[in-house]
């Protein structure tokens, strides 16, 4: 319990353990006891004052996002990311923002919407570029690669599927 927590003085190791688990969870897909945990850690976080614009929030409502995701309730995974991104976008955390644009880019793959897909891919890759995070790009362009091919553009999936492979 957070009040338990704060009240021993250990409410950034509770929100820490609760955030770890809370990611484990839906890494299993354990996602009733994942949208549990991310529910008490975004009513203690948006509850604290500015708890609205706390990165700490925006990882919870990315994790949200993955949930919802999983469960193909694509509208609304991107209106998590969205929240994630707002508060976010700006920040000196690039990583994080490239991981809601990646997101972005998966739940309008799912909804078969390509074109803004790559978009979104193209925006992720063009972070880990300049981060630069090789596993990470080799993921952005086989997403690339694989919109491109939905897309029946095949000389340019090839291409990214080629840039992926070096």
Do not use: C
């Not at 994790?63 to 609304?76: E, N, W």
């Amino acid at each position: 319990m957070a009040s338990e927590a704060e009240a021993r003085g250990g409410i950034e190791l509770w929100l820490y353990l609760l955030g770890t688990e809370a990611n484990e969870s839906t890494e299993l897909l354990e996602l009733e006891r994942a949208e549990d945990l991310n529910q008490q850690l975004v009513e203690y976080l948006t509850a604290q004052p500015e708890g609205d614009q706390d990165p700490r929030t925006a990882a919870v409502y990315h994790q949200i996002g993955l949930i919802a995701m999983h469960r193909r309730q694509l509208d609304d995974a991107a209106g998590w990311f969205q929240k994630s991104l707002a508060i976010i976008e700006n920040s000196e955390d690039r990583s994080s923002v490239a991981d809601d644009y990646f997101a972005l880019g998966q739940a309008k793959q799912y909804q078969r919407y390509y074109t803004e897909a790559k978009e979104w891919y193209q925006k992720a890759l063009d972070i880990h570029q300049r981060l630069p995070d090789a596993e990470e790009m080799v993921k952005d362009y086989r997403a690339l690669g694989l919109v491109s091919q939905l897309k029946v553009e095949y000389q340019e999936a090839e291409s990214w599927y080629h840039r992926a492979r070096e």
